[in-house]
C-alpha cells in the first residue's frame, strides 16, 4: 500500500479499495489498515476530504506519504509533504483503476503502468513527458499493446496540445525499439474530447494513427477496441495467456 500511493503521489480512499482489496466486501480491512499506516506515519491523510472523488458520491479522505514511509522507502532529499489534494494525480489514479478493475472482469490483462518520472524518455532529440506509459494485453486478440498516456484535465490551451503531439510525431522518427507506443490523451468530457481529437488528428500526413482521444468511461473499450490502428500493437500471445 505505501509503495502504491508513492507512485501516485496521492491515492483517494477508492483507489486505494479498488486496487489492493477488490475482493473484500467490507469496507473495514482496508480502512483499519489505512488508520494504522496514517498513526505510524507512513502514510499522511490530508485535512480536506475530496467529495466523491471524479465519480460523485460520498466524500473519500486522500492519502500521500508520511515521513515514516519516506524513510521507508529511502526517498531522496529531505521530508516534504504537500498540503494541497493534487486532483491530476488522481486522475492518473482513475485510469489505473479503471485498468485494474477491467482486469478483475478478465477484459485485459494490465501488463505494466508506469508513472513519472519514471515513464519520461529521451529520444533522439526530443524529450517526452507522459504521465503514464502502460501495456495491456487482449486476450481475444492475443496481442499486447503499449500506450502513452496523456491526462487532459482541460487546461491546457490547443496549441500545447498540438506541441505535444508534434513532439511524439518526431519522436516516432527517431524511435530505434519495435514498437512505438500510441498516444492515449484522456479528457474529463465528449466535449473536450472532440476539441483534442481534431488538434491530435490535425497533424501531417500519416500521424492520425498514432492518437487516441478517450473520456474515463469509454478507457477500457479504447484501449483495446479493434478500429485498424496498428501503432503500438504486437503479437505476443504467450505474455497475453500468462
Not at 479499495?17 to 490530508?46: G, I, K, M, W
Not at 482486469?103 to 503502468?113: H, P
Not at 507506443?181 to 500519416?206: K, N
Amino acid at each position: 500500500m505505501i509503495d502504491l500511493v508513492a507512485q501516485f503521489k496521492q491515492l483517494n480512499t477508492r483507489h486505494i479499495r479498488a486496487s489492493l482489496f477488490n475482493e473484500l466486501a467490507s469496507a473495514t480491512p482496508p480502512d483499519r489498515t489505512l488508520r494504522r499506516l496514517v498513526e505510524q506515519h507512513y502514510l499522511a491523510r490530508l485535512q480536506r476530504r475530496l467529495v466523491g472523488g471524479s465519480h460523485g458520491g460520498s466524500s473519500q479522505h486522500v492519502y500521500q506519504l508520511g515521513r515514516a514511509g519516506w524513510t521507508l522507502l529511502d526517498k531522496p532529499g529531505a521530508f516534504w509533504a504537500p498540503r494541497a489534494i493534487n486532483l491530476h494525480s488522481l486522475g492518473i489514479a482513475d485510469c489505473f483503476v479503471a485498468f485494474k478493475q477491467a482486469e478483475q472482469r478478465d477484459e485485459l490483462v494490465l501488463l505494466e503502468f508506469i508513472t513519472e518520472p519514471e515513464c519520461h524518455a529521451s529520444v533522439g532529440p526530443v524529450q517526452l513527458t507522459p504521465d503514464a506509459r502502460f501495456e495491456v494485453g487482449d486476450r481475444a486478440r492475443g496481442v499486447r499493446i503499449a500506450y502513452w498516456l496523456e491526462l487532459d484535465r482541460g487546461t491546457e490551451h490547443r496549441s500545447v496540445i498540438a506541441e505535444k503531439c508534434s513532439r511524439y510525431w518526431k519522436a516516432l522518427h527517431n524511435w530505434q525499439q519495435e514498437v512505438f507506443p500510441t498516444v492515449l490523451f484522456v479528457t474529463p468530457d465528449l466535449q473536450r474530447a472532440q476539441q483534442l481529437a481534431q488538434t491530435a488528428h490535425g497533424g501531417p500526413v500519416g500521424s492520425q494513427a498514432l492518437f487516441k482521444v478517450a473520456i474515463l468511461g469509454d478507457l477500457v473499450a479504447t484501449c483495446i477496441g479493434t478500429d485498424g490502428s496498428e501503432e503500438g500493437v504486437r503479437e505476443v500471445v504467450d505474455v497475453v495467456d500468462r
